[in-house]
């Protein structure tokens, strides 16, 4: 059965921690991994990764997927309050979405 | 850019009830997407359109929920009669076309059923 499974389930840290969020995947026709952040509302895009070994980039955000072990992992650095969200890992199979469970991520100051 | 409108934002019924959400995705994108959101989880796709039909609604429990997307532009999504377990935020989302893998999600409809 294709999964995606996220872990930590949740995370509390304090401001300027730095923080790494794993998403394991088990899917038969694997295209693309997408990572999200959620905050109260809708999910919003971060990442997507395609490629083995390529880091992708964003300020105090990166991510890296490995295709032969099959997972992917988000770092956050120096993190702030206002990182504060759950984290989404979604992997796309053909054309399907599959979503893992999420790491709720507390940042205290 | 304007983004995905969802409404109602929330709605709370009794179980039995019905109900209806209503999505109108990002002007041009092709894809529709209804995903169910329960606490603690992460989101379940219900059902996926391109332009107004059908690609994939196996997940989609057809005795009790229904969406159409008449006009290939906004959908509606409803639940009748809601169990209590359908308690849940219903995301809508839409992309450019099916193989576009980024989503943009709307802020969702809130759904509590007592």
């Known amino acids: 059965e294709d999964k995606v499974v996220q872990s930590p389930l949740s995370l509390v840290v304090h401001e300027g921690d730095t923080v790494t969020l794993n998403c394991s995947y088990e899917v038969t026709n694997f295209r693309s991994l997408l990572w999200y952040k959620q905050e109260k509302k809708a999910p919003t895009f971060l990442f997507m990764l395609t490629s083995s070994g390529i880091e992708k980039k964003s300020g105090r955000l990166s991510s890296i997927l490995d295709k032969k072990e099959l997972f992917s992992i988000l770092n956050i650095t120096a993190t702030q309050t206002g990182d504060s969200a759950v984290y989404l890992c979604?992997?796309?199979?053909?054309?399907?979405?599959?979503f893992g469970a999420g790491t709720r991520l507390t940042v205290k100051p | 850019e304007a983004g995905v409108a969802q409404s109602p934002r929330y709605k709370i019924i009794e179980k039995r009830q019905s109900v209806a959400f209503w999505c109108n995705p990002i002007s041009g994108h092709a894809t529709l997407y209804w995903y169910q959101q329960i606490l603690g989880q992460g989101p379940k796709l219900l059902i996926q359109?391109?332009?107004?039909?059908?690609?994939?609604d196996s997940q989609l429990p057809k005795d009790r929920f229904s969406a159409e997307r008449l006009k290939g532009v906004d959908s509606t999504l409803k639940i009748q009669p809601a169990k209590l377990e359908d308690s849940a935020v219903y995301l809508c989302?839409?992309?450019?076309?099916?193989?576009?893998?980024?989503?943009?999600f709307g802020a969702g409809s809130r759904l509590t059923v007592l």
């Open positions: 979604a992997v796309v199979d053909n054309n399907d979405m599959r």
């Open positions: 989302a839409s992309s450019l076309h099916s193989g576009a893998n980024v989503l943009t």
């Open positions: 359109f391109q332009n107004n039909g059908v690609v994939d």
